[in-house]
């Protein structure tokens, strides 16, 4: 275990830089919608997926009648 709290510090990162770059969300719907977008960026880039395919895959889903894609890692 780390001694410190830095791949936490490193985890949170992008999320502070698109909320000082953009000046935050001007309502609660916005900050679900960053805050779950965030969340899927941030556990596509742990497991090594795509996060363009994995949008497009939902996209994809939403439009017809299939499941949506899940976040978990597949198992083998």
Do not use: I, K
Not at 17 to 29: A, M, N
Not at 31 to 50: D, K, W, Y
Not at 63 to 72: A, C, H, I, K, T
């Amino acid at each position: 275990m780390e001694p410190t709290n830095n791949a936490a510090e490193r985890a949170r990162r992008p999320a502070v830089l698109w909320r000082q770059g953009s000046f935050g969300t001007q309502s609660d719907g916005g900050a679900r919608f960053v805050a779950r977008l965030l969340t899927v960026t941030a556990t596509c880039r742990q497991q090594g997926r795509s996060v363009l395919d994995y949008l497009t895959a939902v996209c994809t889903a939403a439009q017809s009648p299939q499941p949506l894609p899940s976040l978990l890692p597949a198992t083998s």
